[in-house]
C-alpha cells in the first residue's frame, strides 16, 4: 500500500482559569497524537477499513464524541471507544471508492486535569490522491452583522434539499463567523448553513438558516457570507399562552379570525399582530375554562379564579419621555371596556393639575395632553381608572420629563451611500425612536423633533416598501432583506440642527 504524509492540524487551545500554583507546571497543552501510531496513517491512500486508531501522548477524556466529531463526506453512524491513551473511531457503511475522507475531533479529545482541547483532522483515501481543494467564508447574523458562532456549514449536492439531506461535507463556524472547508474534491456544490440547535446535524424548520444564492465551486478563493435568519414560521399546531388576567395570545399558523373559536362561539374581541398571531380578550367563562378550536385543533386553557379576577398591569410605551403635542401610550393586559377619569391625574412639577384627553381600543390606552408642560410631570392612576371585562387596572405613577419644541433637535442625513428603497430607523439602543421611508433616487432623509442624545442608525433595504424588514426563503431562493447599521459621530443637542453623510466602513 502506498502512502504519505500530511501535516496534522492542531490548532490549540487551553483553559483559561487562573488557579493557585501547585509546585509543578501547569499543563497548557491539550493531548496531541502520537507519530506513527495511527492506522490508518495521516494520508494514507488506498484506504478501504472502518475504523481510525489512534493512540495520544497522555491519558485524556471525551467530551460529547456524538455530535463534536465529523466525517466529510458522511459513512453512517459513527461510534468510538476509549482503551487508556488509545482513541477507537468507527464507521458502519462501507467507504466510497475514489473518495477523500476527513474526520474532525472539534474539541473532542480533553486532557483530564486541565480540559485543554484542540480541533484535530485525520485525512485519508480509498482512492491513489488526497483531495485538496479547499473553501472558506463567513457566517453573520442577517439581522445585526455579529458574526455568528458554531454554525453548521454543509456542502450539498447541486439538487439536494437540505432539509432532507446530509451534506457530502461539513464544518462549523467559529466565534469570528469564520469557516472553511479542507480537502474537496472539485465539483459544484449547494452552500447551506443552519444552527443546529438540538445538535442531531439535520436541519429543523424551526432553526436559523443562511445560504448562497448559487452554486460554489470548490476551490474557489472568494470569501462567501452566509447571512442567517430565521425562517418564516409556518406551523401547523394552534398555541395559546394566557396573558393574565384578560388576554390570550394564539399563534402557530396562519389564522382567519373568524373561523377562530373560543368556547365555541366565535371571538368577538381581538387584535391581528401578524398573519400568524393575534391577541384575544377572554369574556367571563364558566370555571374559567377557555377552549380555543381552530380547524381541525382544539386547545384549552384554565385560570384559576384568583388570577382571572386579580387588578390587571399598565406598561408605558413612552419611556419616560414626553414631547410637546405628542401622546402617551400605554398597554394593558385586559381588554379595556370602560375608563373612569375621576381615577386619573396628571400633575406637572409644581403640584399643579394639567388638562387632558383620552382615548382606548382594546389592550391599548391613549392619554392625550392638553397644554405645555416644562421640566418633568407625574401620571397616575389610581386602582379601577381603567376597566376590563373581569378586572381593574392596578395603582400606579409614572414620572415624565417634557421637551418642549426649544428643547428638541433636527438631524439632517446625506444617504448616498444607500442605493434604492430603504426604511432608515433612528435607534436609541435596539429600540426605534422614529424612522423614515428613503425613496429610490433620493439621497436625503430628515428627523424632526428628536429629544437630545447619542443615536445610532438601522437602515434596511425595503424594494417592497412594506416598512418592515423582510427574511427570506430558502424554498423561493430569496435572501433576508439588506441590514446596514451607522453610528452617529455627532450628539444630537437641543435647539441644533446636525448634518451628518453616512459611510460604509
Known amino acids: 500500500m502506498v502512502r504519505y504524509s500530511l501535516f496534522l492540524i492542531l490548532f490549540l487551545t487551553s483553559c483559561a482559569e487562573i488557579i493557585p500554583l501547585t509546585g509543578g507546571n501547569k499543563d497548557e497543552f491539550a493531548p496531541k497524537p502520537v507519530e506513527g501510531k495511527q492506522t490508518p496513517e495521516q494520508g494514507a491512500i488506498g484506504f478501504n477499513g472502518q475504523e481510525l486508531t489512534v493512540s495520544f501522548d497522555e491519558y485524556f477524556k471525551l467530551q460529547d464524541p456524538a455530535t463534536s466529531i465529523t466525517m466529510n463526506p ?21 467507504l466510497q471508492p475514489n473518495t477523500t475522507y476527513i474526520i474532525q475531533l472539534n474539541g473532542t479529545v480533553r486532557d483530564i486535569n486541565e480540559s485543554n482541547d484542540s480541533i484535530i483532522q485525520f485525512v485519508f483515501s480509498t482512492g491513489l490522491t488526497i483531495d485538496s481543494l479547499k473553501l472558506k467564508g463567513l457566517a453573520i447574523n442577517a439581522f445585526n452583522s455579529s458574526p455568528y458562532n458554531n454554525a453548521t456549514i454543509g456542502l450539498y449536492a447541486a439538487n439536494a434539499d437540505p432539509y432532507t439531506s446530509s451534506p457530502i461535507y461539513a464544518t462549523r463556524s467559529n466565534q469570528k463567523g469564520e469557516y472553511q472547508f479542507s480537502y474537496l474534491k472539485p465539483g ?15 436541519v429543523e424548520k424551526n432553526e436559523n438558516i443562511g445560504f448562497a444564492s448559487d452554486l460554489v465551486t470548490s476551490g474557489d478563493t472568494n470569501s462567501h457570507i452566509l447571512r442567517l435568519f430565521a425562517p418564516p414560521f409556518n406551523g401547523e399546531k394552534t398555541q395559546v399562552k394566557l396573558m393574565n388576567p384578560g388576554l390570550a395570545a394564539v399563534s402557530g399558523r396562519n389564522f382567519d379570525p373568524k373561523a377562530l373559536q373560543l368556547n365555541a362561539e366565535m371571538i368577538q374581541q381581538y387584535k391581528v399582530l401578524r398573519p400568524d398571531s393575534l391577541i384575544v380578550a377572554l369574556p367571563k367563562a364558566e370555571n374559567n375554562v377557555y377552549s380555543f378550536t381552530y380547524l381541525e385543533d382544539t386547545v384549552t386553557r384554565t385560570l384559576l379564579l384568583k388570577d382571572r379576577t386579580a387588578a390587571f398591569a399598565l406598561k408605558s410605551n413612552n419611556k419616560g419621555n414626553w414631547r410637546e403635542k405628542d401622546t402617551l401610550n400605554f398597554s394593558v393586559n385586559e381588554w ?11 400633575k406637572d412639577a409644581y ?8 382615548a382606548y381600543q382594546g389592550s391599548s390606552f391613549q392619554l392625550i ?64 425612536v422614529m424612522e423614515q421611508l428613503k425613496e429610490s433616487g433620493s439621497n436625503k432623509v430628515s ?28 424554498e423561493k431562493k430569496t435572501q433576508a432583506e439588506e441590514l446596514l447599521r451607522f453610528q452617529l459621530k455627532q450628539k444630537l443637542r437641543a435647539n441644533w440642527e446636525i448634518e451628518e453623510t453616512l459611510q460604509l466602513d
Not at 482503551?83 to 464507521?91: A, G, N, V
Not at 443546529?196 to 446535524?201: I, L, M, R, T, V
Not at 429629544?451 to 427570506?472: F, H, T
Open 188 to 202: 459544484a456544490f449547494q452552500l447551506f448553513a443552519f444552527n443546529d440547535q438540538n445538535k442531531n446535524q439535520q
Open 351 to 358: 403640584g399643579q393639575r394639567v388638562a387632558f384627553t383620552y
Open 369 to 432: 395632553i392638553q397644554q405645555s408642560i416644562r421640566n418633568k410631570f407625574v401620571l397616575h392612576f389610581d386602582k379601577g381608572a381603567l376597566i376590563g371585562n373581569a378586572a381593574v387596572s392596578d395603582s400606579i405613577s409614572f414620572p415624565f420629563r417634557a421637551f418642549l419644541n426649544e428643547d428638541l433637535s433636527i438631524l439632517h442625513l446625506n444617504t448616498e451611500v444607500l442605493q434604492g428603497t430603504y426604511l432608515v430607523q433612528l435607534m436609541e439602543g435596539e429600540q426605534v
Open 74 to 94: 458522511k459513512a453512517g453512524k459513527i461510534t468510538t471507544e476509549q482503551k487508556k491513551k488509545t482513541l477507537s473511531i468507527r464507521w458502519d457503511e462501507t
Open 336 to 346: 379595556i371596556t370602560a375608563v373612569d377619569t375621576t381615577k386619573i391625574t396628571l
Open 447 to 474: 428627523f424632526e423633533r428628536v429629544i437630545p442624545g447619542n443615536y445610532s442608525l438601522r437602515c434596511i433595504k425595503d424594494d417592497n416598501a412594506n416598512k418592515k424588514w423582510d427574511v427570506g426563503s430558502f
